[in-house]
C-alpha cells in the first residue's frame, strides 16, 4: 500500500478513537454491505425484450452518451467493470425484460431458464441478484394500467407476470444462495384527477393478493412493493401510493420501497425509516437524486443522502436495510453512472458509522443540544477521506479518482467501439 495512504490513515484513525470510534470495526461492517447495483442505468432502461416499444411508465430517460450496452454480454462486461472500481462484494438489480434467451417468449410465460446466464455470471462472480417485474414499456400497459386494469384479461396478464417474476426470484435465491428482493413497481395512474381513487386501488390490492398467494420461503425471495406520489401522465393520481402499500405491506407481511425521487418534491425520506421499521420487518431503499422531480439523476454525497445514512447507522437499522440504486443518466458515461452513485452511497455509509454515536445519543438525553449541533458540525469536516482511501486500498480498487482514468480507458477501447 501506498505509504501516503497508510500515513494518513493512522493519523485519522488517531482522532476517530479520541472519540471512541473503533474505525477497524466500522470498515469490518462497510464490507459487509451488499449494494444492489440496477442493470437498467447501462442501457437507459431498454432491456432485451420488446425492443421496439418506448419507455412507458410515466420514467424519462435524457441523453444519448455513446456507448450503452446492447446485449447481455456487453451488459455484463460493464458491470463487472463498474464492480472492479467498486470496494465491496454486491449485487445485481435486473428487470424482468433483461431476460437473455432466443424463445420468442411474452413476460407471462418468463421462467428461470430466461436467466440461466445472469445466475451462471452471478456464481461465478460471486454477486447475489434481485429482480423486479417490468410493468412498463409493453402493449399491454399502453394507456397506463396494469395489475388495476379495468379489464380482468389484462390484469390476468400482469397476474402471470407478477407470479412468473417470483419464480425466477425464488430461483436465484436457491441457486445463489441469498435471498432475491422482488421489488413491485407498479405506474398505474391518471393525468388528470379521478372520479374514483377507490376502485383502482380495490384491483391493485386484489391482484397483488393473488400475485402473492402462492407461499414462497423468504430465504429465497423477499417481496418488496414500492409507492410513488407522481410520474409523467399520472401527475393527479399514482394507485399504488404511499398510504397504499404502508397498508398492504403491514397486513400482508411484505417490505416497503422507499425510492427518494417518489414523494413530494421538499419531502425527506430520513425521517420515514425508523417509523416503517417500528412496525414492518424490513426495508427496500431505492437510492436515486431526485432534482426538482423524480428525475433520476445519479446519487451525489447530498445532505439526504447522508441522513439517511445517519438514520440507518445511528438507528441500527443496517440489518433490515436492502440497498438497491435507482438512476438513469443516459448524458454521462454508464458505467462512471454507477461507480459515483455506489462510491458515494458506500462512502455515505462509512462517514455515518465514523461518528461519535453513542455519545451524541447521551447529550441529546442530557438536554445539552448546544454540544450536540457542535459535534455533529465539527465531525462533517473529521478525515473520513482518509480512512475511505485505505479502504479502497485494501479492497484493491482504484484510491480517490484514480478509477476515472480506467473508466476512460474502458470508454475509448470498449464503449465508444460498440
Ligand atoms: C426502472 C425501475 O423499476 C423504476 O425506476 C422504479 O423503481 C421507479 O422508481 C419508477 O419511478
Ligand atoms: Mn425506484
Known amino acids: ?16 478513537e479520541k472519540h471512541g470510534i473503533d474505525v477497524e470495526d466500522a470498515l469490518d461492517r462497510l464490507s459487509r454491505i451488499k449494494i444492489s447495483l440496477h442493470c437498467w442505468q447501462g442501457d437507459d432502461v431498454r432491456g432485451f425484450m420488446n425492443r421496439g416499444q418506448e419507455l412507458s411508465g410515466g420514467i424519462a430517460v435524457t441523453g444519448s452518451y455513446p456507448g450503452r450496452a446492447a446485449t447481455p454480454n456487453q451488459l455484463r462486461e460493464d458491470i463487472e467493470k463498474a464492480f472492479a472500481l467498486i470496494p465491496g462484494r454486491h ?4 428487470h424482468a425484460i433483461y431476460a437473455d434467451t432466443d424463445e420468442q417468449v411474452d413476460l407471462d410465460e418468463l421462467a428461470p431458464r430466461h436467466f440461466a446466464s445472469w445466475v451462471n455470471w452471478a456464481k461465478e462472480k460471486g454477486y447475489g441478484l434481485d429482480f423486479n417485474p417490468t410493468c412498463f ?13 379495468p379489464d380482468s384479461e389484462i390484469r390476468a396478464f400482469w397476474i402471470r407476470h407478477g407470479k412468473a417474476s417470483r419464480k425466477i426470484a425464488e430461483s436465484f435465491g436457491r441457486e445463489l444462495g441469498q435471498p432475491c428482493v422482488t421489488n413491485f413497481w407498479i405506474p398505474d395512474g391518471y393525468k388528470d384527477t379521478p372520479v374514483d381513487r377507490m376502485m383502482p386501488r380495490v384491483r391493485l390490492m386484489e391482484s397483488l393478493d393473488d400475485i402473492f398467494s402462492e407461499p414462497i420461503s423468504e430465504e429465497y425471495n423477499i417481496d418488496a412493493v414500492e409507492s410513488k406520489l407522481f410520474g409523467i401522465g399520472s ?7 404511499h398510504e397504499f402499500y404502508m397498508g398492504y405491506a403491514l397486513t400482508r407481511g411484505k417490505t416497503v420501497c422507499f425510492d427518494l425521487g417518489h414523494f413530494h418534491p421538499t419531502e425527506t425520506i430520513a425521517n420515514k425509516l425508523s417509523s416503517w421499521l417500528l412496525f414492518g420487518d424490513q426495508l427496500l431503499l431505492h437510492v436515486s437524486r431526485p432534482v426538482r422531480w423524480d428525475s433520476d439523476h445519479v446519487v ?4 439526504e443522502l447522508l441522513e439517511i445514512a445517519r438514520e440507518l447507522v445511528r438507528g441500527g437499522l443496517l440489518d433490515r436495510t436492502h440497498i438497491g440504486l435507482d438512476f438513469f443518466d443516459g448524458t454521462i458515461n454508464h458505467v462512471a453512472a454507477w ?3 455506489t462510491r458515494n452511497t458506500l462512502k455515505a455509509l462509512l462517514r455515518a458509522m465514523l461518528e461519535p454515536v453513542d455519545r451524541l445519543k447521551e447529550i441529546e438525553l442530557e438536554g445539552d443540544f448546544t454540544s450536540r449541533l457542535a459535534l455533529v458540525e465539527e465531525f462533517k469536516s473529521y478525515p473520513f477521506g482518509a480512512i475511505w482511501d485505505y479502504y479502497c486500498s485494501m479492497a484493491g480498487t482504484p484510491v480517490r479518482e484514480e478509477w476515472l482514468t480506467e473508466v476512460k480507458r474502458y470508454e475509448r477501447e470498449v464503449l465508444f467501439t460498440r
Open 339 to 341: 461507480v459515483i452513485g
Open 235 to 241: 401527475e393527479s393520481y399514482v394507485v399504488g401510493s
Open 300 to 303: 451525489t454525497m447530498d445532505d
Open 137 to 149: 414499456s409493453h402493449e399491454k400497459a399502453k394507456d397506463g394500467f396494469t395489475l388495476s386494469h
Open 91 to 94: 449485487k445485481v438489480n435486473l
Open 1 to 16: 500500500m501506498d505509504a501516503n495512504i497508510l500515513n494518513s490513515f493512522n493519523e485519522a484513525k488517531k482522532l476517530y
